[in-house]
C-alpha cells in the first residue's frame, strides 16, 4: 500500500526539499499506528517530500517498496524492517545508487555494517530485561508464593524486538530465579490484539496453571485479558501480567487493574528520525544507534499518568 503522504515544499532552509522514502512494516499495532503519525507529521513539519508505504508485515512488501525507492531516486531510505534477516541484497542496490539508508525502530542483521547508516529506537534487549525486573516487583507486591508460572506472548517470529525482548527477559530470570521462575509455553502472537487472544485461550487450556503472562506488546496483553475473562479468571489477579509499550489502551487497562506493571517502548521517533535524515544527507556524521529514553510503570501509577500519554 503505497500512499505519499506529504507533497513536499521548502526544507525551510532555502534549499531544495529533501524525498524520503519511508517503508513501515505494518499497522499491527497501537504503537505502530503512533509511529506511522509520529513519522507523518514530522516529516509535514521539516517540510519533505515523504514516500510512504505499508508492508502489511510482509518482507517482499518491504523489499518492494525499498526497490521502488531507490529506482526512484529518493534521497534517504528509512525503514521499519519487519524481520531482522534477509536485506543485503536490497541493501546493495542502495548502497550502489548512493542512496543512504536509516532504520528506524527495528534493527537488522548484515554482513556489511555499511549498509546502513544508523538506527533510531530502542534497546529491545533492555526492555526484556526491565521486563523481568519489574516482574519481581509485581510479584512481590501481589504476595504470589511458589513456583512462577510464565506465559510468554512473543512477538512477530524473527522481528528484532521479539527476539531481544525474549532474550533481555531469559538473561534475568537465569541469572536471578533459575529456580523459581519457569517459562512454561511460549508462543508468538504476531503483536496484534487478536493473536495474543487466540494465542493466550490455548495456552489457558494446554497450562491452566499459568499464574503470569509476560506479553512482548500490550496488544497482545489486551486481547489476552478477553481470554483469560473469558476462562473465568481475573486478569492482574489470578494472572499476574507485565507488557511492553505504554500505549494508551494499555493505561488504560493497567488503571482498571488488569495489567500489572507496563515497560514503556516510545514510538513518537519522527522528530528524532528527520533531524538524522537531514544531517545524513548533508554528509554528516551520527552515531550508530540513537537509542530512545523509556519509563516503567507500576499499576498503582497508570491512573496519574494516563491523561498525559501521549500515544
Ligand atoms: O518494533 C516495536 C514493536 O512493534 C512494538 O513493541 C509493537 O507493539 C510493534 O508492533
Redesign the pocket.
Known sequence: KEDDSTGGGSSGDGGKAITLGFSQ?GS??G??SANTTSVKDAAKAAGYNLKFSDAQQKQENQISAIRSYITQGVDVIAF?PVVVTGWDAVLKEAKAKKIPVVLT??SVETSDDSLYVTLVGSDFTDEGRRAAKILEKVIAKAGLKGPVKIAQLE?TTG?A?AIERAKGFKEVMDADHASDWKVVVSQTGD?TRAGGKQVMAAFLQSNPDINVLFA??D?MAIGAIQSIEAAGKKPGKDILIVS??GVKDGFVAMSEGKINAIVE?NPLLGPQLMDVVKKVKNGESVERWIKTKEGDFMQDQAAAALPSRKY
Do not use: K, T, Y
Request: proline share 6%.
Open positions: 512494516v499491527e499495532s504503537w505502530r521499519s525502530d527495528r512477538g522481528a524486538p503483536f512482548h506488546n496488544d511492553i509499550d517502548c
